[in-house]
Every structure is written in structure tokens, then in C-alpha cells.
């Protein structure tokens, strides 16, 4: 009976090292179970899976095994072929498929790959990918009557660009910086761009899975470094980063500054909510307090949400929300697109707000709300055991009588502000933020924070 390596079974999707606990005969039995399951929920003989794929050098390899596995249990097998996450979630609703998987390491290191699955528009995660384990004792060997391979292939590209496209109106012509960090966005950034008025400078658009320029995640400040150069060199309005895999997008404005997810959801919800007021907004644990504020400002309902893009997809169709975003750059648009994460529609609503006001990104900046934090900190965790240690945490914080929200590892409030740390469900890493009213509280909770981790090995670097 195959097994798989148990670092590989996440919480939103499967993701492991390529040769090291990540193999191409795991993607062959993922192959066949998952088609066992949708025929099982479609109750039809041949369900029709859709598969795209990143440009990562393992992916090949394990795109063939995942084929083959799909085809073994007669699924019809439509492969869109290499681009970013959200073209293969379009084809939910540009082919006539009931699943779709996404091979791709996403923001993860070069030797890193995965899958993503989505069942009938529902994003498959939690409980679902772990019973896949199970299902494997039931694996009958494959039967050796012969049948016909249904296999094609759909280009989506072009539908996609025009399905990007749809309802906009952009004759602000901005100087744009885009990064597609070599990752598998970078032609239908090519594609987009003919179509948008203004000078687009061009960075990484070849998919090249050695990732050459930087590595593929716009959240980590150093991966910016070249982008911040352009824009400052080139004199750019603005500049817009991309991970692997095309659904994390990176801001910064024409000074060459960061701006983080929830202060790009800050712009975002203001323009939904003028159009839809009092709708929810979902923001993730590791938001900053002022995000849900403004939000409530502008005549919203704020919701706070586990950290995750399937936990938030879910939460999104529960509270028919038209927007949601993650500190990590995942932002999900349910008004006027699907409601999954797609961080190139993200960057034209962005875009969209800049066509309709005369300031620019950088005036912009400049008037949102400020308080001292962090950015996301990430402590390698490594041979530690995770939950462990927020439950140790957890226990002294309740014998203090310290207030805190366990929705999603642990948010601790204080009179100067907040800390957060949360076990990451795609890394072996804590996660952590803080936050406070002044840079003298920062510095307090943050030496808070690391005090309390220092039992378990863990310094502020």
C-alpha cells in the first residue's frame, strides 16, 4: 500500500519537498483518489478534472504522475496548461468541469511543489485532504481491461486576459512596475498590460523555476529590493509584485514603500463599500486593528478570520462578504469577480482606484491611519513542537488573566496594542506580528512576546 510522507498532508492543500518527502507516486495515488471522490460526489462515471501547473522544474514530473492517475480511474482530464493559480480556478466557471488541481509550490522555496484542489467551486482542504490518506488502503490495483484516455488540453489565456479585463474602464495613464518574480504569472502579465493605457515596465516575466532574480514571495521585504529599485529608477507611480504561482500580490507606492495587505484592503474596502454599504469585510488574524476600524468607518462589518485563503474562500460564501484579505497579499474579490484569491484582479482594482482620483499611490499612503508594527516575522520552527508551545503560552497567559483571541493561534490585547503568533499551516515556521500606539510600546511587546519564548529556545534576532 503506497503511504505518504505526513509533512505533506496541509491544511489547504499538499505541499512538500520534490524527492525528499514529495514524489511523483504520491501525485499518482492523488490522482486516483480525488477522482474516486468527485465521481463519488458527482455520482457519474466520468468526472472532468482540470489541471493547470506552475512553471516549477519538479512540475513535469509531477503533473505526468498526476495524469496518469486521474486517467487510470477514467476521468476526463482537461489540462489548461502552465499559468497562475486563479486561470486554473477560472476554469470552474469558463469550462464545464467539477474539479480542478493546481500543481504549485506557490511562495515556497524552488525545490518545494504541491497541489491545490477545489471540488465544485469549494475550495478542498482540512479533514477532507487528511481522509485522502485513508482512502489509500482501499486502492485497488488498476483493472486491465482496456479504455479509452480522455485527455485534452484548453488554452484559458485569452479568456482569462478578457475575463480580467471585463468592467473596467482605465484612462489614468500610470507608470506601472510589475514583478512577476519569475514565477508562473509572467505571461498574462505580458498578455494584461497591452490592454491598460500608460508605460509598464516589465520585471521576471519568464516562468523559469529556478526563480534567478529573487525568490518568489512578495512579502518579505528583500524579495522587493528590485522593484523598489525600478520604480525609484524609472520614476514609476507605483509597482506591483507577484509570488509563484500569481495569487499573493506585493504594493509599493512611488517612494519605493511597502505597502502591507491589510493597508492595501484599507483602499480596497473604502471603494467596495461605497458601492455596497454595510457589507462584511473578512480580514485575517495578523491584520492590523486599524484595518477593521476604518472598515467599520466606512460602513462596514468587520469580520476576523482564521489565517488561510481556503478558510477565508469559505468564510466569504458563509457571510456573502464581496471582499476579504490576508496580511500574506492573498485578496479575494466576490464584487464583480468569483471570490477567489486572484492577486492580478486584485492589482487592476487597485489600479481602478487610481484611474478615478487625481492623488497618487504615494498620496494615498500618506493619508492612511499609522501605528508601530511589525511586519510578519517568521521563526523557523523546525524540530519544535508548535502547538506545544502556544498552549504553554496560552496557560501562563490565563493564570495572568490576560485577554486574548485563540480564534487562530494566539492575539493577545494590551493597552499599547496587540502581539500575535500563529502556527503556519504552509511552512515549518511561528508567524508572528505586533502592534501598539507608539514605538516605546512595540519595543514592550515584543520583549513581552520573546520573554515568553525564550523557554522553548526561540530569541528576537
Known sequence: MHTFHPSILREYDIRGVFNETLFPEDFYAIGRLFAQLVREKKNQEQPRIGVGFDGRLSTPHLVEALHRGLLDEKAHVISIGCGPTPMTSFAHYALDVDAVLMVTGSHNPANHNGVKMTLQKHPFYGQEIQNLSLRLKDLPKVSASVHTPFFETHDLSDLYVDKLLEGFDFKKPLKVVWDAGNGSAGEIIERLVKHLPGTHVLLNTEIDGNFPAHHPDPTLPENLEQLKETILDTKADLGLAFDGDGDRLGVMDGKGRILWGDQVLILLAEGVLKTLPGAPIIADVKASQLLFDKIKEFGGVPIME????????????????????????????????????????????????????????????????????????????????????????????????????????????????????????????????????????????????????????????
Open 306 to 461: 482564521r489565517t488561510g485563503h481556503s478558510l477565508i474562500k469559505s468564510k466569504m460564501r458563509e457571510m456573502k462578504a464581496p471582499l476579504a484579505g490576508e496580511m500574506s497579499g492573498h485578496i479575494f474579490f466576490a464584487d464583480r469577480y468569483y471570490g477567489y484569491d486572484d492577486a492580478l484582479y486584485a492589482a487592476l482594482r487597485l489600479l481602478e482606484i487610481l484611474n478615478d482620483t487625481d492623488k497618487s499611490l504615494s498620496d494615498l499612503y500618506e493619508a492612511l491611519p499609522k501605528r508601530e508594527n511589525t511586519p510578519e516575522i517568521r521563526i523557523d520552527s523546525a524540530g519544535k513542537d508548535k502547538k506545544k508551545i502556544l498552549n504553554a503560552l496560552k496557560e501562563g497567559l490565563l493564570k495572568e488573566g490576560i485577554s486574548f483571541n485563540d480564534l487562530d493561534g494566539l492575539r493577545v490585547s494590551f493597552k499599547e496594542g496587540w502581539w500575535g503568533i500563529r502556527a503556519s499551516n504552509t511552512q515549518d515556521v511561528l508567524t508572528i506580528r505586533v502592534e501598539a500606539d507608539t514605538l516605546d510600546g512595540l519595543i514592550k511587546l515584543k520583549k513581552d512576546l520573546f520573554d515568553r519564548l525564550k523557554p522553548f529556545g526561540i530569541q528576537e534576532d
